[in-house]
């Protein structure tokens, strides 16, 4: 577990993500998720990146709550990339904010498309800007 671990702490870094195999353990581990869906409508592209880090620092503190409420092995799965910095170092050991960064779902090898429509969730593929995007997070608890 301590050798996948180290892995994660790289995982909101692609292309330094955990194996399928490390990927596939490491979530067998939990029996439960919540799924977060945002909506949202973006002007311009770059406006993406504000908004997502805006969500990822209230979604790191919902998972600090889910912790501190009895549940020491939350872990999140942000919506999007980080973007808590403007200019991303690529790696967890010169990283700005290690506490905070979190991989997306994708880095940990989950289908979003799939498993959100298992549950009944909308999602397209966005071939417009103007169209509405569906973002997923997830919150896992065991």
Do not use: W
């Not at 872990?75 to 960064?101: I, V």
């Amino acid at each position: 577990m301590q050798h996948l671990i180290s892995k994660l702490d790289s995982a909101a870094f692609p292309p330094n993500t955990p194996s399928v195999v490390d990927c596939r353990q490491f979530l067998s581990e939990y029996s439960d998720a919540v799924i977060l869906h945002f909506e949202g409508l973006m002007d311009k592209p770059e406006n993406r990146y504000a908004r997502t880090r805006k969500i990822n620092a209230k979604l790191v503190k919902l998972e600090r709550q889910i912790f501190l409420g009895g549940y020491e092995r939350a872990f999140l799965l942000f919506m999007d990339s980080c973007c808590f910095c403007k200019d991303c170092t690529g790696d967890r050991e010169t990283c700005n904010q290690p506490r905070m960064a979190r991989p997306a779902p994708e880095a940990m090898t989950v289908d979003v498309y799939t498993t959100v429509r298992q549950f009944g969730f909308n999602i397209n593929v966005r071939t417009e800007y103007d169209q509405k995007m569906d973002r997923y997070a997830f919150l896992m608890v065991a």
